[in-house]
């Protein structure tokens, strides 16, 4: 809010009540009073935990049978019709397709552009993230990397 915090007028000989800044809440125009303040709400997860709930979210969709894994080296050119017919067959509900950053941009392009699809790289991929998608479909270097993360003791990247 762009006010003074000076005083209205002197405090004494005008006659007026008494007034400290212009910009306090009870005046037209003032301040809001306790405002709403800019917070962050990350919440930090220890590494071990993360990677328990990792596992645990990828044994749940392997369980269910709504896991599938798909070879993005097949799209050699981006073509979403074959992308719909690679998850025709598998169920029904939003689906959470995850590749590898690197040669697979056909892959991604051709999924990216499906209703109830969430395109996502392996290195971003969070536990809600996977949990909250009825069908897990993972290319394979996604796969293999996130395995690899869920696994390994180390902190690590996703080199997937």
Do not use: C, W
Not at 15 to 36: E, N, T
Not at 39 to 45: E, I, S, T, W
């Amino acid at each position: 809010m762009a006010m003074t915090g000076a005083k209205a007028f002197r405090q004494k000989g005008t006659g007026r009540a008494r007034a400290g800044a212009l910009s306090v809440p009870q005046r037209k125009g003032g301040g809001v009073a306790f405002g709403p303040k800019p917070r962050g709400y990350a919440v930090k997860v220890n590494r071990k935990a993360r990677r328990r709930a990792l596992r645990a979210a990828l044994t749940l969709h392997a369980e269910r049978g709504s896991l599938a894994v798909i070879e993005a080296s097949a799209f050699d050119s981006p073509s979403t019709r074959k992308a719909s017919e690679a998850l025709d067959g598998f169920g029904q509900g939003r689906a959470l397709v995850v590749f590898a950053r690197e040669g697979e941009e056909a892959a991604v392009k051709s999924f990216r552009n499906l209703r109830q699809v969430e395109v996502l790289p392996a290195d971003a991929v969070g536990v809600a993230d996977i949990v909250g998608a009825a069908r897990l479909v993972l290319s394979d270097a996604a796969l293999e990397g996130l395995t690899r993360v869920a696994k390994s003791p180390a902190p690590e990247e996703v080199a997937a």
